[in-house]
T-cell receptor, first 114, second 111 residues
């Protein structure tokens, strides 16, 4: 079946512009996670959705970052007034539910802020 | 806070040798420890995982061991092959089931 998909695959933007990154989880997966991976580094947790609610936003680095999820499906991560330090690969993962363990990752969006 | 440390950061082995990567975690409540393999430019792929009620798990050439008392777990790859070359990440399950990742180990298997 279809896996987690993300769009765009690559995004180049100028400093100060806003960007939106999209994640389509596996159908039926109620849990959705966003992570950030800077070049050569591990994955940092950003935000967790269960259904359309976000009970854990503890990883969002600043108030320039926000995310929403609608219809217990698609999620959008928005970064306002982008800065060069926002350059990274943004990865989305989904899992079947709160009791499920395995998280399945999308291919990521590579964001470059010039 | 929740933290996972991973060693070594790079590992170079000859084809056919074994490779061992070690991780320690801080959250004693963590009960699930997956390992992901990430090839250059690709998404992380789950290769094996272990839950806290198990001390060891094997899947062909890959095994993972967990010592809950010491709060560390390890990945063992036997009979390494060039296609095992990748970056490997360990992780521990934190609050709200988020994964706390180690910094990664770059494994190079030389023919």
């Amino acid at each position: 079946g279809a896996g987690v998909s993300q769009s765009p695959s690559n995004k180049v933007t100028e400093k100060g512009k806003d960007v939106e990154l999209r994640c389509d989880p596996i159908s039926g997966h109620t849990a959705l996670y966003w992570y950030r991976q800077r070049l050569g580094q591990g994955l940092e947790f950003l935000i967790y959705f269960q259904g359309n609610s976000a009970p854990d936003k503890s990883g969002l680095p600043s108030d320039r970052f926000s995310a929403e999820r609608t219809g217990e499906s698609v999620s959008t991560l928005t970064i306002q007034r982008t800065q060069q330090e926002d350059s990274a690969v943004y990865l989305c993962a989904s899992s079947y539910g709160t009791g499920a363990y395995e998280q399945y990752f999308g291919p990521g969006t590579r964001l470059t802020v010039t | 806070g929740e933290n996972v440390e991973q060693h070594p950061s790079t590992l170079s082995v000859q084809e056919g040798d074994s490779a061992v990567i070690k991780c320690t975690y801080s959250d004693s409540a963590s009960n699930y420890f997956p390992w992901y393999k990430q090839e250059l430019g690709k998404r992380p792929q789950l290769i094996i995982d272990i839950r806290s009620n198990v001390g060891e798990k094997k899947d062909q050439r890959i095994a993972v061991t967990l010592n809950k008392t010491a709060k560390h777990f390890s990945l063992h790859i036997t009979e390494t092959q060039p296609e095992d070359s990748a970056v490997y990440f360990c992780a521990g399950r934190g609050g709200y089931n988020k994964l706390i990742f180690g910094a990664g180990t770059r494994l190079a298997v030389h023919p």
